[in-house]
Nanobody, 121 residues
Framework: VQLQAFGGGLVQTGGSLSLSCAAS????????VGWFRQASGKEREFVAG????????NYGDSVKGRFTVSRGSSPNAVSLQMNSLKPEDTAVYYC???????????????WGQGTQVTVSS
């Protein structure tokens, strides 16, 4: 399975961005799509995840109330709506596919190329 994250860019503090993740095949009900980010010099951090079939979601503490993960308009896409962005949200954002709604990167089997999000102060 191949994944591609896109939609990153440069935004000012307080602004919004919407990221999308497209898979090379249909996302199954048992699949989980996770979003992670990695800032320069830091470890990869869990942002959000969604279990496709039941649309159960989970969020990292640093983004709760600001970010929303949801199923996309097609059966192979997931979106991440990011509001009230802060400079500390600056990172490369990745989407990943797994089977457990977990926050550990090791729980995810397939990873896409990242997309850069930069929040200016």
């Amino acid at each position: 399975v191949q994944l591609q994250a896109f939609g990153g860019g440069l935004v000012q503090t307080g602004g919004s961005l919407s990221l999308s993740c497209a898979a090379s095949r249909r996302i199954f009900s048992s699949n989980v799509v996770g979003w992670f980010r990695q800032a320069s010099g830091k470890e990869r951090e869990f942002v959000a995840g969604i279990r496709w079939g039941v649309e159960r979601t989970n969020y990292g503490d640093s983004v709760k109330g600001r970010f929303t993960v949801s199923r996309g308009s097609s059966p192979n896409a997931v979106s991440l709506q990011m509001n009230s962005l802060k400079p500390e949200d600056t990172a490369v954002y990745y989407c990943a596919l797994g089977s457990t709604l977990a926050s550990r990167p090791s729980e995810y089997n397939y990873w896409g190329q990242g997309t850069q999000v930069t929040v200016s102060s």
